[in-house]
């Protein structure tokens, strides 16, 4: 599954690739990521969940950062250590200027077994939620 997005953001690339390139910050514009918490350099445990109607589905997987071109984009990919197989997901960011404001284009990649279809659609609406929630906590840490 390949899923890409994109966002006009009001504000300067400088203010807006930090909440791109920390997954620190992902719980607080994205949804589906519960939590997240360090662990080790450069690399996180990213819990997510999503509820499809009465069913939920959580995920834990270890991310770690692959590739950083400051102020410009960012790559994470799934890095598991405990010696098994695992499905491959990749989450990229890129941040360009836009005449005084930025374009976010966020993709992402899963490689493992097919998603049933009302979970990539699920997918999709959060996709288009976290584009409100991103600006608005971008203005919520301005306004601080």
């Avoid at 350099?41 to 819990?47: S, T, Y």
Wanted: no cysteine; proline share 6%.
């Amino acid at each position: 599954m390949d899923v890409s997005a994109s966002l006009d953001a009001p504000f300067p690339p400088a203010l807006v690739f930090p909440w791109v390139a920390d997954l620190d910050r992902y719980p607080a514009w994205l949804d589906i990521v519960r939590s997240v918490a360090p662990d080790g350099e450069g690399a996180w445990r990213v819990d997510l969940r999503a509820r499809l109607g009465p069913f939920s589905r959580s995920k834990r997987l270890r991310m770690v950062r692959a590739e950083l071109v400051d102020g410009v984009s960012v790559r994470f990919e799934r890095a598991e250590t405990d010696g098994r197989e695992h499905s491959p997901w990749v989450l990229g960011g890129v941040v360009a200027d836009l005449d005084g404001g930025t374009r976010v284009t966020m993709s992402l990649h899963y490689g493992g077994g097919g998603l049933p279809s009302a979970v990539e659609h699920l997918l999709g609406g959060e996709i288009e939620r976290s584009k409100r929630r991103l600006i608005e906590a971008i203005s919520a840490a301005q306004q601080r």
